[in-house]
């Protein structure tokens, strides 16, 4: 603790930190691009690796660029404005296929280069933001959460976000919440889709045609005539893609969700198909047996933590000819994708990586699963 050592960056873990050794023990430090020479401060150190933070660069590399927000690196945000965008979109293509091969046991030339978005700053149409009680300054805080912290760092404006939004929080500000701890939910609501305040909906409209492309050439490719929408929301895939489809199913726990979903069926022309209210587990089976399953395309898109184990399960013993997995957390997508696959009961075709978060950690991931013939089960070794 407290040591200042002089490293040499070989990697950009997922999450964002660089990976460093001294004399063959692993360091991580954020903010950093591989290939550089950093100098950093230890501070905590683990049984297998300790963490520091970044004091000097000493050899910059060529993709490094100066940040546009005066809050990076304090801010929990972004993790990569340091970086030029097409260092980014390579660095996240590594790091899925490095991912799907370590987790999922894929080999790493499944996975397509990134989509880069149109407009890598002013982008996200909702932002949280905190407020937090800071005793000694007795004042509120209204910002957003600081960097491996649970304080709240003070901010003006978001880089990252819509101008719309950046204009609401003086307005924040200026009312605060009566007390700390209360989240305040800034949204740009999508032209034409209803969308309840707490439903989900993509963050980052100028991607959602490229999205869009993606997940209906995926369809079209397997020939299915059938889909089943899981965690669908608010139905957008599932009327996006309804015109492809003699019949869909759309799946959705949320009650306002479905509600909005059937209304947007209605705007939208999306009345080859049907919204229900319930979890996808309980629901699968059913909905499974409507369809044939050879000509079913199912498309998952859960929350981060992954696909109940009980779908997947669901999933493997019925068959449908095509499942299309959309994740914004590409470990558990692996972790996922490597159930699915084992014994050979599916292959994975592509992953096609979307970048609907410049500059942070995240990237969204479709993939192609299509179902083995009894007689040419595809090799793939599953991962503990």
Not at 43 to 52: I, L, Y
Not at 161 to 168: I, K, V
Not at 305 to 321: F, H, I, N, S, Y
Request: proline content about 6%; glycine content about 8%.
């Amino acid at each position: 603790m407290g040591q200042r050592v002089t490293l040499q960056i070989e990697d950009i873990a997922f999450g964002g930190e660089g990976v460093g050794r001294v004399e063959g023990f692993v360091v991580f430090v954020p903010l950093v691009i591989e290939g550089e020479t950093v100098e950093a401060t230890i501070t905590e150190v683990k049984k297998n690796f300790a963490r520091a933070e970044l004091e000097k660069v000493v050899s910059p590399a060529t993709t490094r660029v100066e940040p546009e927000c005066q809050y990076f690196g304090d801010c929990g945000g972004c993790q990569y404005q340091h970086m030029s965008y097409e260092a980014q979109l390579e660095m996240k293509q590594k790091q899925v296929a490095d991912l799907f091969e370590r987790i999922g046991g894929f080999k790493g030339d499944k996975v397509a280069p990134v989509v880069a978005c149109p407009q890598s700053y002013n982008y996200r149409n909702r932002i949280l933001i905190r407020s937090q009680w800071n005793g000694k300054a007795k004042k509120l805080l209204v910002g957003f959460r600081k960097r491996n912290s649970h304080w709240v760092v003070e901010i003006d404006e978001c880089k990252i976000a819509e101008p719309a939004l950046n204009a609401q929080i003086p307005e924040v500000r200026a009312n605060p919440p009566k007390r700390g701890g209360i989240k305040v939910n800034l949204r740009i609501t999508p032209e034409d889709w209803i969308v309840p305040d707490h439903s989900f909906f993509q963050t980052n409209y100028f991607m959602l045609p490229r999205m869009v492309e993606a997940v209906r050439k995926v369809f079209q490719s397997s020939d299915s005539e059938y889909l089943i929408d899981t965690y669908c929301g608010v139905g957008f895939f599932a009327i996006e893609l309804a015109s492809l489809a003699k019949r869909y199913a759309g799946v959705e726990y949320d009650k306002g969700a479905i509600k909005a979903a059937r209304e947007n069926a209605t705007q939208f022309g999306g009345d080859n198909g049907e919204f229900i209210e319930g979890r996808t587990e309980d629901l699968l089976p059913s909905l499974l047996a409507k369809f044939d399953a050879g000509k079913t395309s199912v498309i998952l898109d859960p929350p981060r933590k992954g696909c109940a184990p009980a779908a997947m399960e669901q999933l493997r013993e019925v068959r449908p000819a095509q499942v299309i997995y959309i994740s914004c957390h590409p470990a558990t997508l692996a972790r996922d994708l490597n159930i699915l696959c084992a014994d050979g009961v599916y292959r994975l075709e592509q992953v096609i990586p979307i970048d609907m978060f410049p500059h942070t950690q995240h990237v969204e991931c479709i993939t192609d699963l299509r179902l083995n013939s009894p007689s040419e089960p595809e090799s793939h070794e599953p991962q503990d």
